[in-house]
C-alpha cells in the first residue's frame, strides 16, 4: 500500500506570496493532519480534516488554512508569508474511523521564505 | 495543558552500545496514548510504537524496547546493541482523548549519533 505523498517536496517562495501544499493520504485513510517543524519551536499541530471537515485547530494566525476534498486528499494552504513559515510542513494520515487511531506520515514539504 | 519533555537533545555513541532515550508527559487526562517516531535525515516520521495509558505491560520489538511507567509518568525507549542505521533523531508524542485524539503533542526529540 502506498505511503502518504505530499508535493511539492521543495519549495521557495518569497514573503508576502501565497503557498498551497498537497497531501495524499494512505488509501483508505479519512482523516488528515498538519504538522509544521521548526528548528525553535519543533512539531506543532496545525489542522485535523475528516470527511472534509476541519475538526480540530491548532494555534496558528488565520493566514494558515485547509481543506479536504471528498477523496480525502488535503490542501493547506498560508497566504502573505512570512519569514517565519519557513518550515518543514508534514502531513499525516489515519484511518480514523473511531478513537485512537495512528498517524503515519509523510515526506513533507520543506518551505523557504526569502 | 499536555506536554512531552525530552530532556535529552542529542546523544552519541558508538556501535553496539545500548541506548536509552527518556520520555516524561504530563497530562489530565485519564485516557491517552502515547508514541514514538523516528525521523532519519529524509524527514519523513516513522512510526515505531503506540501505547495506550492501561497499558503498562513493556514492549520489545527486536532491538527495541519501551519502559511505560505511570507512575513516574515515563514512557523510555531503549536501543540495544545500536547501530548507525539507527542515528536519527527520535520523538515521543502524546495523543489525548479530550482532543478526541485528533493532535498529536510532541517532544523536541532527541538526536541520536551512532558512530562505526
Known amino acids: 500500500k502506498a505511503g502518504v505523498t505530499q508535493t511539492p517536496r521543495y519549495l521557495i517562495k518569497t514573503r508576502g506570496q501565497q503557498v498551497t501544499l498537497s497531501c495524499s493520504p494512505i488509501s483508505g485513510h479519512r482523516s488528515v493532519s498538519w504538522y509544521q517543524q521548526t528548528p525553535g519551536q519543533g512539531l506543532q499541530f496545525l489542522f485535523e480534516y475528516f470527511s472534509e471537515t476541519q475538526r480540530n485547530k491548532g494555534n496558528f494566525p488565520g493566514r494558515f488554512s485547509g481543506r479536504q476534498f471528498s477523496n480525502s486528499r488535503s490542501e493547506m494552504n498560508v497566504s502573505t508569508l512570512e519569514l517565519g513559515d519557513s518550515a518543514l510542513y508534514l502531513c499525516?494520515?489515519?484511518?480514523?474511523?473511531?478513537?485512537?487511531?495512528?498517524?503515519?506520515f509523510g515526506p513533507g514539504t520543506r518551505l523557504l521564505v526569502l | 495543558a499536555q506536554k512531552v519533555t525530552q530532556a535529552q537533545t542529542e546523544i552519541s555513541v558508538v556501535e553496539k552500545e545500548d541506548v536509552t532515550l527518556d520520555c516524561v508527559y504530563e497530562t489530565r487526562d485519564t485516557t491517552y496514548y502515547l508514541f514514538w517516531y523516528k525521523q532519519p535525515p529524509s524527514g519523513e516520521l516513522v512510526f515505531l510504537i503506540r501505547r495506550n495509558s492501561f497499558d503498562e505491560q513493556n514492549e520489545i520489538s527486536g532491538r527495541y524496547s519501551w519502559n511505560f511507567q505511570k507512575s513516574t509518568s515515563s514512557f523510555n525507549f531503549t536501543i540495544t546493541a545500536s547501530q548507525v542505521v539507527d542515528s536519527a533523531v527520535y520523538f515521543c508524542?502524546?495523543?489525548?482523548?479530550?482532543?478526541?485524539?485528533?493532535?498529536?503533542?510532541f517532544g523536541k526529540g532527541t538526536m541520536l549519533l551512532v558512530s562505526p
Open positions: 499525516a494520515s489515519s484511518l480514523k474511523v473511531q478513537g485512537m487511531e495512528t498517524q503515519y
Open positions: 508524542a502524546l495523543s489525548e482523548a479530550v482532543s478526541g485524539y485528533s493532535t498529536l503533542t
